[in-house]
Nanobody, 116 residues
Framework: QVQLVESGGGLVQAGGSLRLSCVVS????????MGWYRQAPGKQRELVAR???????NYADSVRGRFTISRASAKNAVYLQMNILKPEDTAVYYC??????????WGQGTQVTVSS
């Protein structure tokens, strides 16, 4: 069992920065990959960034060059550094853990609001 708790969301002006954190507890060695997804009102949840256990990363085109995902070596935390934020980045951001069993665990989400 894996539990995820996000933090770091808030209100920021366009062009500003935020750093999201996701603390992981439970069977951390069952995790194959971790990522960040977001869901804006009226839209489907979309991938923002993902990092595998081997360190491979991928990003949505809309955030590439602005956002950076990183993971603690002990696999107890994952982070999303968000720079040059835009109003279009406003959404609820969810931390995810892709498990070896073929399932995905999700955090409760943290709100990010970017004002123009």
């Amino acid at each position: 069992q894996v539990q995820l708790v996000e933090s770091g969301g808030g209100l920021v002006q366009a062009g500003g920065s935020l750093r999201l954190s996701c603390v992981v507890s439970g069977s951390i060695f069952s995790i194959n990959a971790m990522g960040w997804y977001r869901q804006a009102p009226g839209k489907q949840r979309e991938l923002v960034a993902r990092i595998t256990s081997g360190g491979t990363t991928n990003y949505a085109d809309s955030v590439r060059g602005r956002f950076t995902i990183s993971r603690a070596s002990a696999k107890n935390a994952v982070y999303l550094q968000m720079n040059i934020l835009k109003p279009e980045d406003t959404a609820v951001y969810y931390c995810s853990a892709e498990l070896r069993y073929g399932t995905t665990s999700w955090g409760q989400g943290t709100q990010v609001t970017v004002s123009s």
